[in-house]
């Protein structure tokens, strides 16, 4: 491949991931604006019990971020070994991340916080739940990285694919702090 198309094939993928976070921004938000309307439309909101698990998870996620910026940066230095170790721990963390949450939606429901309880719990469920349906394809991009990069596959497209699952990593977890944020003082936790 040529430089030339090396080059337009990385500003192609930065593109797309611009207008992929864009989109998923505007997504955000809307889901904002409908729940500060809804909230304020009427007085049956009700805030949602904020389990200390979602604390857990947020430093979870943090350090899922964190390490797999670690492995970007020591693949730009070509050590492949830490790499491979710092990638395959952000990619862990990332599934633990997921684990946690699924476990934060069982307890809220053995409270009998349920998806149609309320408005306010009907927002969180759907909050939460698309921001971790945006992490799983993050995920699946990290986790087929981790298996190339673990087989010796990781020629020069593929660095591109890990500093561009690397930014919407990043862009994952400010997501999930704003969303926390979004919650505990637009939701009204209990």
């Known amino acids: 491949m040529s430089v030339v198309a090396a080059g337009a094939?990385?500003?192609?993928?930065?593109?797309?991931?611009?207008?992929?976070?864009?989109?998923?921004?505007?997504?955000?938000a809307a889901f904002t604006s409908a729940?500060?309307?809804?909230?304020?439309?009427?007085?049956?909101?009700?805030?949602?019990?904020?389990?200390?698990l979602l604390w857990v998870n947020t430093g979870i996620l943090a350090l899922s971020s964190l390490a797999a910026e670690k492995a970007r940066r020591d693949l730009r230095a070509g050590d492949r070994r830490r790499f491979n170790i710092g990638w395959t721990a952000a990619t862990a963390l990332?599934?633990?991340?997921?684990?946690?949450q699924i476990?934060?939606?069982?307890?809220?429901?053995?409270?009998?916080?349920?998806?149609?309880?309320?408005?306010g719990s009907a927002f969180f469920y759907v909050g939460t739940v698309s921001h971790a349906i945006h992490l799983a394809g993050g995920w699946i991009a990290m986790f087929?990285?981790?298996?190339?990069?673990?087989?010796?596959?990781?020629?020069?497209?593929?660095r591109t694919a890990v500093e561009v699952?690397?930014?919407?990593?990043?862009f994952l977890g400010i997501l999930w702090l704003y969303l926390l944020?979004?919650?505990?003082?637009?939701?009204?936790?209990?």
């Not at 476990?103 to 409270?111: A, G, S």
């Open 103 to 119: 476990t934060v939606w069982r307890q809220l429901r053995e409270q009998g916080v349920y998806v149609n309880s309320h408005p």
């Open 181 to 190: 944020w979004l919650f505990r003082f637009w939701g009204n936790w209990e």
């Open 165 to 170: 699952s690397t930014l919407y990593w990043h």
């Open 144 to 158: 087929y990285l981790a298996i190339r990069a673990l087989r010796l596959e990781l020629g020069p497209g593929r």
């Open 35 to 52: 729940m500060v309307v809804r909230r304020g439309a009427s007085r049956d909101w009700k805030g949602v019990p904020a389990p200390s």
């Open 9 to 28: 094939g990385r500003r192609a993928s930065y593109t797309g991931l611009c207008a992929f976070l864009a989109s998923v921004t505007m997504f955000f």
């Open 94 to 100: 990332g599934a633990l991340f997921v684990a946690g």
